[in-house]
């Protein structure tokens, strides 16, 4: 408290100069900030695991399609085996270069595939974007405490916001 006298109406006057957020003040600002990174912990956790949910599904898909590839062309494979075994042509010169010929094919639709689901992780991974909360209003807040307290007061309050995290 600083004393003086009002010379208006020549009466003493008090006036309270503060320096610094009292106790509980801090507290609740270092319990802002403690939330803050709670929040902050759990939404990184909820973020990671849907991004690694949608690689895996990815990984998934890329696994059935290939298994669906390498189902078709054996289907197709056996159709033909077939096909040359009712002309009977099953042992003849033709049946190697027929089976390299599907291999070929089979093997190319497979980097076809593999290639596709490379671009779909490629787009998973460009296209993230993680939501956290947001740090700039909880340190708009706290400045706007800080600007009300004297030079003493600004250091007690630094202090305060010292375990926040960055993004």
């Avoid at 759990?42 to 390498?70: F, G, H, P, V």
């Avoid at 197709?76 to 099953?90: I, N």
């Avoid at 190319?108 to 992780?121: H, I």
């Amino acid at each position: 408290m600083a004393f003086g006298l009002n010379l208006n109406n020549n009466q003493p006057y008090t006036r309270t100069v503060y320096y610094g957020p009292n106790r509980e003040v801090q507290e609740g600002m270092q319990s802002l900030v403690a939330n803050y990174n709670r929040a902050y912990g759990e939404a990184k956790a909820a973020n990671e695991a849907r991004y690694n949910q949608m690689l895996q599904i990815a990984d998934q898909t890329t696994q059935q399609s290939a298994a669906d590839i390498r189902s078709d062309y054996a289907n197709q494979q056996a159709s033909a085996m077939q096909q040359l075994a009712r002309t009977g042509m099953a042992n003849s010169t033709v049946k190697a270069p027929l089976s390299l010929a599907f291999s070929r094919e089979k093997n190319a639709a497979l980097s076809r595939n593999a290639d596709q689901m490379q671009q779909t992780k490629l787009g998973i991974i460009n296209s993230r974007e993680d939501a956290y909360p947001d740090q700039a209003s909880l340190v708009e807040v706290l400045s706007g405490l800080m600007g009300s307290y004297k030079v003493g007061g600004k250091e007690n309050l630094l202090t305060a916001l010292q375990g926040m995290r960055q993004s």
